[in-house]
């Protein structure tokens, strides 16, 4: 059984709460049932901070025996050259998603430091970005 581990970044613990029209109405916790029930094939866990430090902990400590993560950085997508690094010194493969569109958004959010060392990205799909990123790491890694 693949173990993937989703981490999300700083203010998405408001999903469902912010920004509605960018990222809807329902919370992370919510859709991270609907995960879990529809990828019971994998053993999936969830890991959510405000702090780059403790995202860069939570990717050092699993990065070296998991077989992927899914990663929305949320703002530290665009400024953490930090995180970039955490990612690209471990083994396991990462895939980055974002619920909105970054490129269609205000010109600061249109480059992410990640997606060089991450082995794909999933854009503007809105919450379903995340099935497909599992479902990307379960068939291709």
Request: glycine residues 8%.
């Amino acid at each position: 059984m693949k173990e993937i581990l989703i981490i999300n970044g700083p203010n998405l613990n408001l999903l469902g709460k912010r920004e509605i029209d960018f990222y809807g109405s329902i919370s992370f916790e919510e859709y991270y049932t609907v995960l879990k029930v529809n990828n019971s094939h994998t053993n999936l866990s969830y890991f959510q901070s405000n702090h780059e430090g403790d995202l860069i902990d939570k990717i050092h400590e699993v990065g070296f025996d998991i077989n992927g993560i899914v990663i929305n950085a949320g703002a530290y997508t665009h400024t953490s050259i930090a995180i970039r690094d955490a990612i690209k010194a471990i083994p396991a493969p990462v895939v980055e998603v974002h619920i909105s569109n970054i490129y269609e958004r205000e010109k600061f959010r249109r480059y992410s430091f990640l997606e060089d060392v991450c082995k794909k990205m999933f854009v503007g799909k809105g919450l379903p970005g995340y099935q497909e990123a599992i479902d990307f790491l379960v068939t291709e890694y």
